[in-house]
């Protein structure tokens, strides 16, 4: 398939690099691409960026039937621009498809539409410390139709957003709260696919969280709310003992691929590594005992994120001394390495734009 190309008849001026924030600015191109069951994915193109008229009746508008991917591009010192396992994230992208009844798409062509798009907006990539430009490809249900049932035209579009430093203060540790009010996923649902529904359950757990002062939600699982899954949009890690274990793949927690790569390289630094169940009483009973070291959340916007505090019902309790602990320093440190650039790439993990 040919990708088309229409640029912009006037570009927007360029942000600030160094006051970018995260989703709110987005650049002059987006892809567009549509389904329908006679032609499949057909019509791929760049276009201006623009907004996309919906009948009313548009099916992903009711009955949520849409998937998305978050993944990142990065401006190394050597002027390159590079992606970090996208084919991870397409790999991904299709399954979720796959969950949510959408037709799937070829994987390399799709990482080939990305590429031609990124070449498009390159000046777009910021430049500064720790900045990035965000890619949000997206598949939507468009039929005009109330039925309850698979949509049978889709629109997929890829969309991109300079954003700055995540740690705008620093690299600070985060509150969290864990909920035995509200559940994020059930086994059997639709936990493990970026899909659109799992974010709209989210919110309330997620205010409620907010306005006791904490940043995320730790989810328990669905049924016996006592397995920890994972929080607000990030997988999670525990050291204890020396040895980092996080919550094994159920189906109702989110495959994350920077939790991919954190196993990878625990592993690869000879650390004792385990996906298992681990309890909120496992947790709590090795914070009352001083094994447990650290806790950190892995996702794509924050890369590590350190816990500082953990709130459960009426306990509160501070996770090692309320800083950055040696382990999510470390982590940080090397991931966002590979990903600027600035460090050997043993695994093969970035890809050239
Ligand atoms: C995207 C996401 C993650 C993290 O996945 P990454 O691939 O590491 O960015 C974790 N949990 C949820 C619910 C997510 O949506």
Excluded at 97 to 116: G, H, N, S, V, Y
Excluded at 149 to 170: K, N, Q
Excluded at 199 to 223: E, P, R
Excluded at 238 to 252: H, Q
Aim: charged share 20%; net charge negative.
């Amino acid at each position: 398939m040919e990708i088309t190309i229409t640029k912009a008849a006037s570009p927007k001026p360029k942000p600030d690099d160094s006051n970018l924030g995260f989703g709110t600015l987005f650049t002059d191109h987006m892809f567009n691409m549509d389904y329908d069951p006679e032609r499949g994915w057909h019509n791929p193109r760049i276009e201006p960026y623009g907004p996309i008229t919906m009948d009313p009746s548009t099916m992903v508008l009711h009955y949520g039937q849409g998937v998305f991917e978050g993944l990142k591009a990065y401006h190394t010192t050597g002027g390159v621009i590079q992606l970090f396992r996208p084919q991870e994230n397409m790999k991904r992208l299709n399954k979720s498809c796959r969950l949510l009844c959408i037709p799937e798409f070829d994987e390399a062509f799709m990482l080939k539409a990305l590429k031609t798009l990124l070449q498009v907006e390159r000046d777009w990539v910021p430049t500064a410390p720790e900045t990035s430009l965000y890619i949000r490809p997206t598949i939507l249900a468009m039929d005009p139709f109330l039925g309850v049932r698979a949509s049978h035209t889709y629109r997929f579009f890829i969309i991109l957003s300079p954003v700055g430093a995540y740690y705008a203060e620093g690299f600070n540790p985060i509150k969290i709260m864990v909920t035995k009010e509200h559940v994020r996923a059930v086994r059997g649902g639709v936990g493990e696919a970026k899909t659109l529904g799992n974010y709209a359950a989210s919110l309330l757990a997620g205010d409620k969280a907010h306005q006791a002062g904490y940043t995320q939600v730790l989810w328990l699982d669905g049924v016996e709310q006592q397995y920890i899954e994972e929080v607000g949009s990030m997988n999670i890690f525990f050291m204890i003992d020396d040895e980092l274990i996080t919550p094994a793949l159920n189906g109702s927690i989110l495959p994350g691929i920077t939790r991919d790569s954190v196993l990878a390289l625990g592993k690869q630094w000879g650390l004792p590594v385990t996906e298992r169940q681990i309890t909120i009483d496992d947790v709590i009973r090795a914070h009352a005992a001083g094994r447990l070291q650290e806790i950190f959340g892995s996702g794509t916007a924050a890369v590590i994120s350190p816990v500082g505090e953990l709130c459960f019902g009426d306990q509160v309790f501070q996770i090692g001394d309320g800083k950055v602990g040696p382990m999510a320093q470390k982590l940080f440190d090397a991931i966002t390495a590979i990903q600027y650039g600035k460090a050997d790439d043993p695994m093969g993990w970035v890809e050239p734009v």
